[in-house]
C-alpha cells in the first residue's frame, strides 16, 4: 500500500473542499471496496478523507411522502429500517442480498453506490485495463468474461456494474444528492453511473471533490408492491450473474405501473425502459411478461462466455413480474 | 504517515502509535498482541478476522485502524467470562463445529453478532421473518452465517452448534 494522508472530516464542506485541492485525494466510507483496492495497488490515494463520522446516518421521511436517506447510512441498517422495508422492500431484499452480514454493518449508501466493478482484470494490476489505466486495452474482452456486460458495453470496457442496491434504487426512480465547490447538485440516478463508451475510468457522473450526502426516495405507491431477485453461482454472498428488481402494480388484469432494472448485465444498473413501455396496458400475463423481456435483451450481445446471461435474463424477469402478479391485488 | 489511536480491546484500553496504512486486523494481530482474529483472505471475503465492533459484527482486514480510533473492539478472546466460556463459544466445542480450527474465531463472533442482529429484528434475505431467535430455521442460520467461510466444511456442524447456543441462551 501506498503512503497516504489521513484526516477525519468534521464538516461536509471542508472535507468538499480538502479533497477538490487535490487531485489524488479520496473520500473514506465504510471502506470495504476502497482499502481492498488500495492494499491492491489499484488506488493509491495520496489523502484520505475520512468521512464517516459526518452527520449523514439518518432516514428521515421527507415531506412530499419520500424518504431522504443520509449518505452514511450502513447497508445493515437500511435494509432493516421499518419503513424501507414496507414502503420500498426491492430496496431492502436488494441490500439483504449483497455481501456478507460483517461487510453490510460496514458499507455505506454512497460507497455502496460508488463500489467498482469486480472484473478480475481490473482488479489485477499487473494486466491490461482501460479502466484502472486507460488506453491499455481490455482484458476481458477475449479473455475470461463469463460475469461481463450484454448490453451497453463499448470496445474499451465490457465490464458490469457490482451493486445490488444501486439497481433497486434505480428502478425506484432514486435522487443522488451531492455537495461540490459550487454547492448541491441533484442527480436522477439513472444518470449517476455511466456506460463505459471511450472512458471506461468514469464509473459515474461525479466529479472530482463531489460527496455523496443523501439518496432520496419520491414517494411512490407502486413500489410498495416490489422486489428484488439475484441470480448468482452461490446461494449466498456472491455478485449476481443477472439480477431484477421490479414493482408491478396490476388493475383489472392490466398493468398499471411497473418498473423494472437489470443488475449484472451492464455497465450501470440497467434501467429497462423498452421492457416497461411494452408492459404499460398490457394484460397481466406471462405473455405480456416474455414480450416485454425479449424487447429489452433484444439489442443484447453476448461475449464468447456469457451467452448464457441472455436467455437467463428474460427468463429472471418474466419470473419475478410473475410472482410480482401472484402477490398483487387483482 | 503515523497517527496515534486509542482502542478498548476485550475490555483493556489500549493506546497505539502506527502507520495510517495499518489495518484494524494488523492493529491488533501484530501491535496489541490479540491473535484471535485471524488472517485469511485479506480481501473481506472468508470471514476469519471478524470481531465485534461497538457491538456489531465487521471483517477488521478492509478497516483502516485510524479510522476506528476510540472504538470497542471485541475479539472471540474477550467474549467469556470470569473463566467462562460464551454460550456460542461452549456449543462450538460440544458439536465440533470445527477441525483446523483457523476460522473458529471468526465465526464465533460473527454468531454472537448475528443473534444480536436477530434480536433486533433485522431480517434476511431467506426471510422478512422472526424477530426472535427461537425462530430461526438451519436456511436462516446459513444465510446470515455466509459471510464466514469454513475450508475444512464444517458446516454442518457449525449449523448445529448456533441452533444449539440459541437454546443455551446465547441472547441474553
Known amino acids: 500500500m501506498s503512503p497516504f494522508d489521513y484526516e477525519r472530516a468534521i464538516d461536509a464542506s471542508a472535507a468538499v473542499a480538502r479533497v477538490s485541492a487535490r487531485p489524488n485525494a479520496v473520500f473514506l466510507g465504510g471502506g470495504t471496496n476502497l482499502v481492498d483496492h488500495m492494499r491492491l495497488g489499484v488506488a493509491r490515494p495520496e489523502l484520505v478523507v475520512d468521512v464517516t463520522r459526518l452527520p449523514f446516518a439518518r432516514i428521515e421521511p421527507l415531506r412530499d411522502g419520500g424518504v431522504r436517506i443520509g449518505a452514511g447510512v450502513r447497508n445493515s441498517d437500511l435494509a432493516a429500517d421499518r419503513t424501507i422495508r414496507s414502503r420500498y422492500p426491492v430496496l431492502s431484499q436488494a441490500l439483504l442480498a449483497g455481501a456478507s452480514g460483517q461487510l453490510r454493518n460496514l458499507a455505506t449508501t454512497a460507497g455502496n453506490l460508488l463500489q467498482r466493478t469486480r472484473c478480475a482484470y481490473f482488479q489485477d494490476v499487473t494486466v491490461p485495463c482501460n479502466k484502472r489505466e486507460p488506453g491499455s486495452g481490455c482484458s476481458a474482452m477475449e479473455g475470461h468474461n463469463r460475469d461481463h456486460a450484454i448490453l451497453g458495453a463499448s470496445a474499451q470496457c465490457v465490464a458490469v456494474h457490482p451493486s445490488d442496491m444501486a439497481v433497486a434504487l434505480v ?8 455537495l461540490g465547490r459550487q454547492g448541491e447538485r441533484r442527480i436522477p440516478i439513472a444518470d449517476f453511473h455511466r456506460l463505459p463508451g471511450d472512458s471506461p475510468q468514469r464509473d459515474s457522473v461525479l466529479e472530482h471533490g463531489e460527496l455523496i450526502t443523501a439518496v432520496e426516495l419520491p414517494a411512490s405507491p407502486v413500489a410498495a408492491k416490489s422486489a428484488y431477485y439475484k441470480v448468482r453461482d452461490r446461494a449466498s454472498y456472491a455478485f449476481a450473474l443477472v439480477s431484477v428488481a421490479a414493482a408491478l402494480q396490476v388493475s383489472d388484469g392490466r398493468v398499471e405501473e411497473v418498473r423494472i432494472a437489470f443488475g449484472g448485465i451492464a455497465h450501470k444498473p440497467w434501467r429497462a425502459t423498452r421492457a416497461e413501455a411494452s408492459l404499460r396496458g398490457a394484460p397481466a400475463t406471462d405473455e405480456s411478461y ?29 419470473m419475478l413480474l410473475r410472482q410480482l402478479t401472484a402477490g398483487a391485488p387483482t | 504517515m503515523k497517527a496515534s489511536i486509542t482502542l478498548r480491546v476485550d475490555g483493556e484500553q489500549r493506546s497505539l502509535q502506527l502507520d495510517t496504512r495499518t489495518t484494524l486486523l494488523d492493529a491488533l494481530r501484530e501491535h ?9 483472505c485479506d480481501h473481506g471475503q472468508c470471514g476469519a478476522c471478524t ?21 470497542t473492539i471485541t475479539t472471540a478472546a474477550g467474549l467469556g467470562r470470569d473463566g467462562t466460556l460464551h ?9 465440533d463445529a470445527l477441525q483446523c480450527g483457523y476460522c473458529t474465531p471468526g465465526q464465533i463472533c460473527s454468531a454472537v453478532g448475528m443473534l444480536a442482529e436477530v434480536e433486533a429484528g433485522h431480517p434476511s434475505f431467506v426471510t422478512d421473518g422472526p424477530t426472535t431467535a427461537a425462530d430461526l430455521s438451519d436456511a436462516e442460520i446459513r444465510e446470515r452465517m455466509s459471510g464466514n ?24
Open chain 2, 32 to 40: 496489541l498482541g490479540a491473535t484471535a482474529a485471524k488472517k485469511g
Open chain 2, 87 to 95: 454460550p456460542v463459544q461452549q456449543a462450538f466445542l460440544d458439536h
Open chain 1, 171 to 178: 428502478a425506484l426512480d432514486a435522487t443522488v444528492v451531492v
Open chain 2, 149 to 172: 467461510l469454513c475450508r475444512c466444511g464444517a458446516y454442518v456442524n457449525i449449523v448445529a452448534a448456533v441452533r444449539d447456543a440459541i437454546r443455551r441462551g446465547a441472547m441474553s
Open chain 2, 51 to 71: 470481531v465485534l465492533l461497538d457491538g456489531r459484527r465487521v471483517t477488521t482486514c478492509l478497516s483502516l485502524a485510524v479510522a476506528c480510533d476510540g472504538a
Open chain 1, 290 to 318: 416474455r414480450r416485454a423481456a425479449q424487447a429489452e435483451l433484444a439489442d443484447a450481445k453476448p461475449l464468447k462466455h456469457n451467452a448464457f446471461k441472455i436467455p437467463l435474463a428474460r427468463n429472471t424477469l418474466r
